[in-house]
């Protein structure tokens, strides 16, 4: 059974930092794509950041390009996301998901994912 985790959300001021972490199991890690994703209250999930399934090749969206870092580790089957220079429209429920293809270049659409975790939620104060 395929399992993400993440942990890491919190309560933050704006302009502060927060690192957020997905640990999985039982899927190759190594093999897979992976992706961050976030919805706030009465919005779609929006894509935040991918990953290539080497670690070599990133991806962000507009608004959090030069704030936000996605990384992951194969050998710990994790992927990160550091978030710098928060906003208060930074504030969803953040997922991390896993791309519905091993050895396959990340996509932005949520529907190109189909293993998700629960999130978790950031919160970024004014």
């Known amino acids: 059974q395929v399992q993400l985790v993440e942990s890491g959300g919190g309560l933050v001021q704006a302009g502060g930092s927060l690192g957020l972490s997905c640990t999985t199991s039982?899927?190759?890690?190594?093999?897979?794509?992976m992706a961050w994703f976030r919805q706030a209250p009465g919005k779609e999930r929006e894509f935040v950041a991918a990953i290539s399934w080497g670690g070599v090749n990133t991806y962000y969206a507009d608004s959090v390009k030069g704030r936000f870092t996605i990384s992951r580790d194969n050998a710990k089957n994790t992927v990160y996301l550091q978030m710098n220079s928060l906003k208060p429209e930074d504030t969803a429920v953040y997922y991390c998901?896993?791309?519905?293809?091993?050895?396959?270049?990340?996509?932005?659409?949520?529907?190109?994912?189909?293993?998700w975790g629960q999130g978790t939620q950031v919160t970024v104060s004014s």
């Open positions: 039982g899927l190759p890690f190594s093999s897979y794509a």
């Open positions: 998901a896993a791309f519905v293809r091993r050895w396959s270049r990340p996509s932005y659409m949520r529907g190109d994912y189909n293993n």
